[in-house]
């Protein structure tokens, strides 16, 4: 038998594609599970062996993080599964917030959406809330959640709460402040096993609720909730308060026991730095769990930003499936990438 | 407390430090703790398993039969993977390539893996001389990358491949591990192809000298079968290493390295 030594061939399209496929299979081997090895494609067969490395990375349990041009960064093993660490109810797509209208009775001076009486009404309509709501229960969405600016400033928000609860429970955000009238009774027209409204209240007396809200602001949404609760209907509080307000709300609690709000139906929360509000919480879409929002204008990461380009996603509110994919797509490719800083950055 | 058994290992690949790592977690929880040492070749790792500075040794097929053949059969061979009792290899050519048989090589080029991979290298050969195939019937090209660890890296085999694609050689002989890797001519339809499989082979085994008393390790073998592919915590080291479950060794799978070993003329020692 003989050793030999034989010169390469040059090296046909097809022989460089399967090529790529043994420089990563040697490049994975040379590293440790969670580590990543790029193999650049030939550019004449980039296609072709793109769609290999794809196979190859798809029946070896290893990942493509990355394609840029010709070079495929691919993953020793898979990513851990960013969806996984979440409680079931905020995985994106759970639940969707649709902002119904943005104008508003009341210019609160936190907004996070710049509502209020000159804001410009930019309504949802009933056809499109109609298909977003049977789009939302055959995609699985668990709930749908209105918002206005103030909802019931609509002449029509009967009939397009209607729409929604026929398709999916369904909660509806309003200062409660307009319950009389015509209101009132578009208020009797829904459905009160499958509404429930979640009203504003910031204090558990007028002066800090009155001082960001309007005057008279506290009381009469205070009246709304008997209003609602004498209707039959269940109600939920929001509460926005500043972080360093955050440490002692027991006695906001206790306010609110008082009303027969329940516990579980007390939803405080910290203000956020967004709309009009000067000062709180920084939140971007880095740092949220997203909650996909439709508006008139499309598709937005979060309601808290539902007026901010930062967290636009889309245009395209239907196939609202994939918009809600695109969303997924998005949270897992940021928790990816912090994950890469939060490795790289002790072995700096 | 019960010292560890102290456990050699070649560095074959990044991942050997969490397998071994992983390994010892594991066993620190068991009656038979365990430490491990690292060596760059299997020829370093037997000298310091015969010499007793380790306990036991992780071999590789040839390093057991090397181990074997300096012990005069006093080792023991403690425990392998599930995927060492029935290694292949596996001849392939480019696709269409007309390749049948082993007989067809004849005339032909093929590339061989390391010299001292049993699967890609001492192995064929002997399969080629079984049908009646000897050293002036097959021009054979080595490659002879990673010599020392046995073909563990599975680097020469992938050169071999590449030779084939390259028309350097007509085909291969590479193992079923490397050849499940890329696929086994599923995923790259036109670009590879098998045409014979060996029988069933033995590989790596856990190698223990008789200086370590079965009392010892009787209990570690238990506790290492015992590793379970359906628990998360061992699942891991598991699929790192290659295997769904650790089993007693098949020593009669030996049988056609030592073949192999005794008609090529390899010796005990590197």
Known sequence: MVSISVPAQPRSAESMAFSVVLDLIEGIGRVPTGRTVEVRLGEGDRDAALDIVSAWCASSGNEIVSIEGLTVTVLHGRSPDSLAGLDPGQLPGSRVWVYTNFDCNLACDYCCVRSSPKAERRAIGVDRLKQIAGEAAAAGVGELILTGGEPFLLNDIDVLVNSCTEKLPTTLLTNGMLFRGARLERLRRMDRSRVILQISVDSATPAVHDSHRGSGSWAKAIAGIRIAHEEGFR????????????HELEPFHDFLDTIGIAREDQVIRALAHRGVADSGIELTVDSLIPEVTITADGVYWHPVAADHDDQFVTRDIFPLADAIAEITRRFVAHRRAADSIAEWFPCA | MTAPLVIGSVAY??????????????FAETSTPIDFVLFSHYGRQVDALISGSIDLAWNTNLAWVRTAGQTDGACRALASRDTDLVFTTVFVARSGSGFTSLESLRGRRLVLGSRDSAQAAILPVHFLQEAGLGESDVTLTRIDSDVGKHGDTGRSELDALRAVLEDRADAAAIGINTWQAIGRGELLPGAFESFWTS???????????????????????????????????????LEMEGLQAWVPPKLDGYASLVAAVKEQGITDRW
């Open chain 2, 13 to 26: 690949s990044p991942n050997v430090v969490p397998i071994w790592e992983g390994m010892r977690d594991y």
């Open chain 2, 199 to 237: 029988p069933e082979y033995s590989h790596c085994t856990f190698t223990a000298m008789p200086s370590v008393a079965v009392e010892r390790t009787d209990p570690w073998v238990a506790n290492l079968l015992a590793m379970d592919w359906e628990n998360p915590q061992h699942r891991p080291i």
């Open chain 1, 235 to 246: 109600v939920k509080v929001a509460a926005t308060l500043p972080a360093d307000q955050m």
